[in-house]
């Protein structure tokens, strides 16, 4: 696999961690929390999130992806980690590209799109007053082969958080 493959792998990588990140210890009822009318619900994102990566894989495959909702946000969360998986086997694999797409465009677009959407995922978890603690994601445990949902804890919590909830304990003190 070329360079530029082993990036799109590695940033695949880094959106599963992201996402799952956003979503850890999230309560069972954030799949559904409401910022605001016409704001997507974070299951309404993830199942967004899915139909753009599937997408992006089409221009491995052809054809088109057009997911129907799931009942759950835990549904949705198992297909998004399996659309990530099935692109890095086109990825790995060397599957060609279509319709003249390229790798940087690629990343420019559906996959730096997913990952704007992890991030407003975190910003619902804030806004559902159930925020993401903060971690130094330059030393997070991120590897290529780890799509799935079990991700590796922070490696470098922070101490400090300005905003943190009330009772919250940095990890030195848990």
């Known amino acids: 696999m070329d360079d530029k493959r082993n990036l799109l792998r590695h940033f695949l990588a880094a959106l599963a961690y992201r996402t799952q990140k956003a979503l850890r210890d ?4 954030f799949g559904n929390f409401r910022a ?18 599937g997408y992006a894989r ?25 659309m990530l998986q099935d692109l890095a086997r086109h990825i790995e694999g ?4 279509l319709q ?23 910003m619902l978890r804030r806004l559902a007053e159930v925020p993401v603690p903060p ?7 991120i590897e290529p082969e780890r799509l799935g949902i079990l991700q590796a804890e922070p490696v ?16 030195s003190q848990r």
Not at 26 to 29: D, F, K, R, S, V
């Open 58 to 82: 089409t221009f491995f495959i052809g054809g088109q992806y057009r997911p129907e909702p799931l009942p759950s946000l835990n549904e949705e969360i198992i297909r998004f980690h399996d």
């Open 36 to 53: 605001a009318d016409r704001v997507r619900s974070p299951a309404e994102l993830v199942h967004h999130m899915t139909s753009v990566l």
């Open 26 to 29: 999230a309560p069972a009822e």
């Open 135 to 141: 971690e130094n994601f330059i030393f997070a445990d």
């Open 100 to 122: 003249g797409m390229s790798v940087e465009r690629l990343l420019q677009g559906p996959f730096s799109d997913t990952m704007t959407h992890a991030g407003q995922l975190a």
């Open 156 to 171: 470098s919590p922070d101490e400090k958080w300005v905003e943190a909830p009330v009772g919250w304990l940095p990890p």
């Open 94 to 97: 060397g599957t060609p590209l």
